[in-house]
């Protein structure tokens, strides 16, 4: 059974929205930190937000005035509001588990080899 499942991605204009989901089969979903994070085509993958188990969030400096994570513990399922999209948010997105409980920090959550879940990733396309 794949533990993340990312659905929501599609190819939008600039100034559009988009909100991605992820569906979790993981557990122990609901003590742990679900990180968002991206890869563009040759580029290195990056953070984008994260929300601990006990709903702090986090994000990326240049992203947190548009995009806002939630998760729902009852559901486990995470999503990722993104507003005002940008052709440079065009990137295969990701979500991921992991760090349990005081484990995850403002730190650790941005770090994506600590999570030991992934999914299988959604691309985002924005055109200009």
């Known amino acids: 059974q794949v533990p993340l499942v990312e659905s929501g991605g599609g190819s939008v204009q600039t100034g559009d929205s988009l909100t991605l989901s992820c569906e979790a089969s993981?557990?122990?979903?609901?003590?742990?930190?679900v990180g968002w994070f991206r890869q563009a085509r040759g580029k290195e993958r990056e953070f984008v937000a994260a929300?601990?188990?006990?709903?702090?969030?986090i994000y990326a400096d240049s992203l947190k005035d548009r995009f806002t994570v939630s998760r729902d513990n009852g559901k486990k399922t995470a999503a990722l509001q993104m507003n005002n999209l940008l052709p440079e948010d065009t990137a295969v997105y990701y979500c991921?588990?992991?760090?349990?409980?005081?484990?995850?920090?403002?730190?650790?959550?941005?770090?994506?080899?600590?999570?030991?879940?992934w999914g299988q990733g959604t691309q985002v396309t924005v055109y200009s």
């Open positions: 991921a588990v992991g760090l349990r409980g005081r484990s995850a920090t403002a730190l650790t959550m941005k770090i994506w080899k600590v999570y030991t879940f």
């Open positions: 993981v557990d122990a979903f609901s003590m742990s930190a």
């Open positions: 929300i601990s188990s006990g709903g702090s969030t």
